[in-house]
């Protein structure tokens, strides 16, 4: 199955540019939060916060399993030919990079709030069943591994962006347009 048409579905952009807002959202408020407010000082602004962090990033889990079956479902339009194939490789690489972030970063938070005695909530509106206990010893792993993903994301994000820019103003190809419009 290929995608000849140059863009993707009405369907992977939506998908594409929502939870890139909220994949953003929910990255600046757990930074803030953990660098920049601490129990001591703020008191219960700090888990007023932390909470609002979960409620909204709980929510890629369910979009990113979306995102997935659409993927496998609906091809990504061909890259330019203009790129080289070790370009083209590098493209694919950072993609996968990506959706592995997507799917590991909201994982290792679950766990981590789990691990530590509180709940994964969604939108203020229910929990995630909670799959493992209170217990200290995964905490140490998943606190740490919760914030070293959550810094490569920030780089690989970054990466992502200037290439899409990189390709719209330098290259001046297609690449970007195929997530904003439609033949
Ligand atoms: C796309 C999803 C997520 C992103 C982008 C993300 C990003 C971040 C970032 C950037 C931090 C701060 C790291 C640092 O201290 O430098 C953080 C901390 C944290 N995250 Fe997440 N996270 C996500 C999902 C989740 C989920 C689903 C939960 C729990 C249900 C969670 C729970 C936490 C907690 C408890 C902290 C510690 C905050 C603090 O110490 O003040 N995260 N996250």
Known sequence: MKNTSGYYTRTAQILHWLMAIIFI????????SGNFLSYDTDGSFKGTVITLHKNIATTI????????????THPSPELPKSM??????????????LYLI??????TGCLFSWSAGHPAPVLYLFDIPQLVQEDSDLLAIVKPLHIYISWIASLL???HILAAL???FIDKDN?????????
């Open 61 to 72: 889990i369910f979009l990113v399993i979306i995102r997935i079956f659409w993927r496998y």
């Open 102 to 107: 997507l799917l590991a970063l909201p994982i």
């Open 166 to 168: 990189k390709h719209h």
């Open 175 to 183: 690449v970007l347009n195929s997530m904003t419009k439609q033949k």
């Open 84 to 97: 080289s194939p070790f370009m083209k490789k590098m493209a694919h690489f950072g993609h996968l990079a």
């Open 25 to 32: 959202t929910a990255w600046l408020i757990g930074f803030y």
């Open 157 to 159: 994000l970054t990466g």
